[in-house]
């Protein structure tokens, strides 16, 4: 559509450093386009140009109307890639632009919106990773607590360190789940935030009157910090998707095409927070031991270096504490208006039930995935120093086991970048992503666990490095990345902090499952254990997770309103689009009331009915009724949209003390088009509202 007849809304000046998981945090153009009139059409041409371009995006939509995953193979895969091309030519134009005028205002722009966003994952990859970074240190200087030989310290207890943690964070992902969906967002976010500084000041200080008094304490403030670790996967995740980009009734083209990069761009920060850990300790190390990383190394030094390395973070952690007190006040906004349409004040337990009625499927799928690479993830992380001592073999320095480690999770983000920048492509997208992340990730140990004399020799040891950081390449470039953003886009607002933290305590399950196992078994049967889990996080994906690669989430919500009010069957829009759905709702049937035509004629019936309730309102607030309620919602139609429903709709459904449940549908004269009906116009101050 040519620029001439597009309304472009003013440029807000938007929120800094909002979580976007998977909205993205606001640009300041978070509003639809309208075409403005035409003298060359006629009114019929120009309503209906006005509801094509709202019903039918051009990224989603060919010019004649057709679905995206509605078309032939040839025909889709030339109108994804068209679209795909014209948005990252305008993008690479934009940066072009943008260091043109400011040559260091890209990497401005990406703090804004990656860095900002994701620091509170960055303090949580930072801490949560150091236990196993440190290990080995704490091993070399207390071999009688942390080596093999254990007479001042009790194994269970060493053992503890692990299990507490990530006991730690599934008490957390439940319970504070629970409370973003009861409470509120907002008040989830302070909370993780203070329960993770105190945590931090906690492991800075714990001490006891010998080395297993100091390992009890410091087990527990893991328990401590971990609960608020695993508050933050679901209330980051549902708080950052309700943002103002995502809490109008219509998206933008921005959310559509990069809502999982943008994603994955703050989530990637869990790997930069493990990457400056492993620096830091390194830097510590070396200035704290005389400028060498080699034993024997000192109490009082790895104290020091320990302590530092917790007491750092807290600094930021009591910064992201502030930002959320005093940044984040409409943080509960979407989930308040959710509950408020459903008439609930509480925790919403109807649509809990309704969520496993309706989505038992999707939330096997996001927990049971979530399992399988968390064996795989925090399996290696915990004990990646056991793995990396196989692969250089011969060194006994804590060094040299740090400086593979920095090359592992050097790799690890490259497989991060790359998961952000084709986890939107319509032709690969999420669950392809996922099942090819799984498939790798079996492959690369179930090779070496059947030759692992061979590949640990001196002549097998290159292709071994080699399997061993292609694992953790697709880990990140599959299951890891995709897991935290579909637990969060397929469940509805009232019950998906619920779900998101559910099926992440699931997933914790399988790093305590590895953390128990890996304590008593050898390296070569970790090899033989973990592949398993790969093979069958892919058939999970492959049979129960829905691809929402490429669907408005704005439908999905509609989809949901219709469930949530008992008429789940008269809904037939995109969100059940076969592409969109997983195979095994498929077989189940839900896809066959897909029916594009009979959808676009509810869209514009479900417009009518928002736009005429916010008439009612505005009504109730001139005559005085009581318990009205300001409309703080920004308007999503321009003036040409309010003249045609104010023109079509019958004027009972406008009125005051009218139950709007009560009234029928608008009659269709066969055209697409309402009858004209004659309603009281609105004030020239109303307009444009």
């Known amino acids: 559509m040519a620029d001439d007849i597009i309304r472009h809304h003013p440029h807000h000046r938007p929120s800094v450093g909002l979580i976007p998981v998977p909205h993205g945090p606001e640009t300041g153009d978070e509003h639809g386009h309208y075409p403005l009139p035409d003298e060359r059409r006629t009114s019929a041409e120009h309503q209906r140009a006005i509801f094509s371009y709202l019903t039918h995006p051009d990224d989603c939509y060919t010019p004649d109307g057709v679905y995206w995953a509605d078309l032939p193979l040839r025909q889709r895969l030339a109108f994804v890639s068209k679209s795909q091309h014209e948005e990252a030519m305008k993008e690479l134009k934009e940066i072009g632009a943008m260091a043109k005028k400011d040559p260091l205002s890209p990497l401005t722009w990406y703090f804004r919106n990656a860095v900002l966003p994701g620091a509170g994952l960055g303090l949580e990859g930072y801490v949560l990773f150091s236990i196993g970074n440190i290990e080995p240190l704490f091993a070399a200087t207390w071999p009688t607590c942390w080596g093999k030989d254990r007479t001042e310290c009790s194994s269970n207890w060493i053992a503890a360190v692990t299990y507490l943690e990530v006991i730690g964070i599934m008490v957390g992902q439940i319970a504070v789940g629970i409370i ?15 329960i993770m500084f105190v945590g931090l000041l906690m492991l800075t200080a714990c001490w006891g009157l010998n080395l297993e008094g100091w390992v009890i304490c410091y087990a527990f403030s893991l328990f401590f910090y971990g609960f608020g670790v695993g508050g933050e996967y679901p209330i980051t995740a549902t708080s950052s998707m309700e943002n103002a980009v ?5 998206s933008t083209k921005e959310d559509r095409l990069h809502r999982g990069r943008k994603v994955t761009m703050a989530f990637l920060m869990q790997g930069w927070g493990q990457f400056v850990n492993q620096v830091l300790l390194i830097l510590l190390l070396l200035i704290l031991h005389h400028g060498s990383g080699d034993p024997p190394y000192s109490a009082t030094t790895v104290q020091w270096v320990f302590r530092l390395s917790f007491a750092i973070p807290a600094v930021g952690t009591l910064w992201l504490m502030y930002y959320r ?7 509960s906004r979407q989930l308040t208006a959710a509950k408020k349409k459903a008439n609930v004040t509480g925790y919403d337990m109807e649509s809990l039930k309704m969520t ?28 990646q120093a056991q793995f990396i001592k196989v692969i250089s073999s011969g060194h006994n320095s804590v060094m040299t086991t740090w400086l593979w480690n920095l090359v592992n999770v050097g790799v690890s983000l490259a497989g991060y970048y790359a998961a952000s920048l084709l986890i939107d492509n319509k032709l ?19 090779v070496p666990a059947f030759k692992f004399d061979y590949y640990t020799s001196p002549g097998g040891i290159h292709a071994f490095q080699a399997m061993y950081f292609l694992s953790s390449f697709f880990n990140q470039f599959g299951p890891n990345s995709v897991t935290f953003l579909v637990a969060g886009e397929v469940f509805p607002t009232p019950i998906r902090a619920s779900a998101h933290g559910f099926s992440a305590c699931i997933g914790k399950a399988g790093a305590l499952l590895a953390s128990v196992l890996y304590n008593y078994i050898d390296t070569q049967t970790k090899f033989y254990v973990v592949p398993w889990f790969g093979l069958a996080g892919m058939l999970l994906t492959w049979l129960f997770l829905p ?4 669907l408005d989430l704005k439908e999905q919500e509609r989809r949901w309103t219709y469930i949530r009010s008992g008429r789940a069957e008269d809904y037939h829009g995109i969100a059940i689009h076969p592409a969109h759905l997983s195979l095994w709702e498929r077989l189940m049937g839900v896809g066959k009331g897909y029916d594009p035509e009979l959808d676009t004629k509810q869209k514009i019936e479900d417009m009518r009915s928002e736009w005429a309730g916010k008439q009612r309102m505005r009504r109730n607030q001139e005559v005085g009724a009581e318990g009205a309620e300001a409309d703080a919602e920004e308007d999503d139609f321009n003036d040409e949209v309010h ?3 104010r023109q079509t709709t019958d004027s009972g459904l406008l009125m005051p003390q009218t139950d709007a449940r009560s009234v029928t549908a608008t009659s269709d004269n066969g055209q697409g088009m309402s009858e004209k009906r004659t309603t009281p116009n609105r004030s020239s101050s109303e307009k444009g509202q």
Do not use: E
């Open 547 to 550: 691809d929402t690669t490429g």
């Open 180 to 194: 973003g969906d009861w409470i509120g967002r907002r008040w989830g976010l302070i909370q993780d935030a203070a």
């Open 643 to 645: 003249d045609y429903f």
């Open 325 to 331: 007190i005093y940044k984040m006040p409409h943080a």
């Open 428 to 446: 690969y997208g999420r669950k392809m992503m996922q099942q090819v992340g799984f498939l790798m990730c079996f492959i690369m140990f179930v």
């Open 356 to 383: 496993c009625t309706f989505f038992g499927g999707r939330l096997l799928a996001t927990s049971g995935t979530w399992f399988c690479n968390d064996v795989f993830f925090y399996g290696n992380k915990l004990f």
């Open 246 to 250: 995502g809490a109008g009734k219509l």
